[in-house]
């Protein structure tokens, strides 16, 4: 049998480039030992992925320097185009001097940019160079940093559309809100378990935004949004996720093309007596009124719940209105078909004039339980209904 033609080889370079740019760096480099035609592709990539770099347990500091060398021989490397997407992962290296990694960001930013993705665990703290906090040509920033940063007083990313913040440690107020609304063309936020140390209020201004994410709670022995107040602007908002602690109260401008919401208040375990789960939770929705698909976790309704038996139970002047008047379908998951389940399910059938579906899934003790889950169905036959055309599938 004859020996197989290297079709691969015979690509042109930009081909040859593009599928490079899969590969993390340090398997880029390697193909170049493939033959000569592949000697010199790797300078030309111009996607650069240091991540996924494997330590040697025993060998923590001289894997370390094996890392830093690596990445400055890829980064002077002569003629090489603007950067496209830098991938930086130093968790996994050991002990590296954040001096480092201040050189490498001023390299790439000097080159160019486009998406920068950091993921650093450090004890020391991280200086960015002033040249990253003005960038010009950032769209994607993904920073995932257990360090405390000081931002400076001259912030302005004019390109940066997509910012996600993951573990980051604001500590100023002011630079904080500098930081958010000096990116006039953000689209998507997104901030993952960040910490907000001694801040009274989260401002976030964006006309340009169009998807927000707020997810925690923080990492432990910070402080999360529960001593914060969260103050909204974004009036082009369309996706809103917010999966946080509840904030000490909530200051939002209207979302008039809002089309999704989620909503989950990560609260405690003991019983909200007073009700201020309730409280802010229905401060929060009242702002909601133009959603057309909203999703609540099972602890903000019964947030609810201690809010509304204070307040003298379910009544359909105590439920936000906007939750009834054009609601057309509606789902509950896990239920159990206690009492004050169904006194929820009946508000709803009762007081929702345009209502098409509701979905009734039952929990897994339920269906275990057949007698009490034809009860139930039977009491859902029975409840009034606001719409005719309401179709009630209970599973």
Not at 86 to 103: K, Q, Y
Request: with cysteine; net charge negative; aromatic share 12%.
């Amino acid at each position: 049998m004859g020996v197989g033609k290297d079709r691969i080889s015979e690509l042109s370079d930009p081909i040859l480039h593009h599928i490079l740019c899969f590969l993390p760096s340090k398997c880029a480099v390697r193909t170049s030992i493939l033959s000569k035609r592949w000697r010199y592709l790797y300078p030309f990539i111009p996607i650069l992925d240091f991540r996924n770099w494997r330590s040697i347990k025993n060998n923590c500091d001289l894997e370390a320097n094996r890392f830093r060398n690596f990445v400055d021989r890829i980064l002077n490397l002569p003629d090489m185009p603007n950067i496209q997407k830098f991938c930086l992962d130093v968790d996994v290296t050991g002990p590296l001097d954040s001096s480092w990694i201040h050189a490498w960001i001023d390299t790439v930013i000097r080159r160019k940019v486009e998406e920068l993705i950091l993921i650093i665990d450090m004890d020391d703290e991280i200086y960015f160079p002033p040249c990253f906090f003005t960038c010009q040509t950032l769209t994607i920033l993904d920073l995932e940093i257990i360090s405390t940063i000081e931002l400076p007083e001259s912030i302005y990313f004019p390109k940066l559309k997509i910012l996600r913040l993951k573990y980051f440690v604001f500590a100023d107020e002011n630079m904080t809100q500098k930081f958010f609304s000096n990116c006039p063309v953000l689209e998507e936020l997104t901030l993952t378990r960040c910490s907000w140390l001694d801040m009274e209020v989260l401002c976030i201004s964006a006309p340009a935004l169009k998807r927000l994410f707020i997810t925690g709670p923080s990492v432990d022995g910070c402080d999360g949004l529960d001593d914060c107040k969260l103050n909204i602007y974004a009036p082009s908002l369309l996706s809103l996720r917010y999966h946080e602690g509840i904030s000490k109260d909530y200051s939002l401008h209207s979302f008039p093309s809002l089309l999704d919401a989620d909503i989950d208040f990560i609260v405690d375990a003991v019983p909200d007596i007073t009700g201020i789960v309730g409280r802010r939770a229905i401060k929060l929705l009242e702002k909601l009124t133009n959603v057309k698909l909203l999703k609540m976790s099972g602890d903000t309704f019964e947030g609810f719940e201690e809010y509304l038996n204070n307040s003298g139970g379910w009544k359909l002047n105590l439920v936000p209105q906007f939750l009834l008047l054009h609601l057309k379908s509606v789902e509950f998951k896990e239920f159990y078909g206690h009492r004050r389940e169904l006194l929820v399910v009946k508000l709803f059938l009762k007081n929702a004039p345009v209502l098409q579906w509701m979905t009734i899934t039952s929990s897994s003790f339920m269906s275990e339980n057949l007698k009490n889950k034809m009860e139930v169905y039977d009491q859902l036959l029975l409840f009034p209904r606001g719409s005719t055309s309401c179709v009630v599938k209970f599973s």
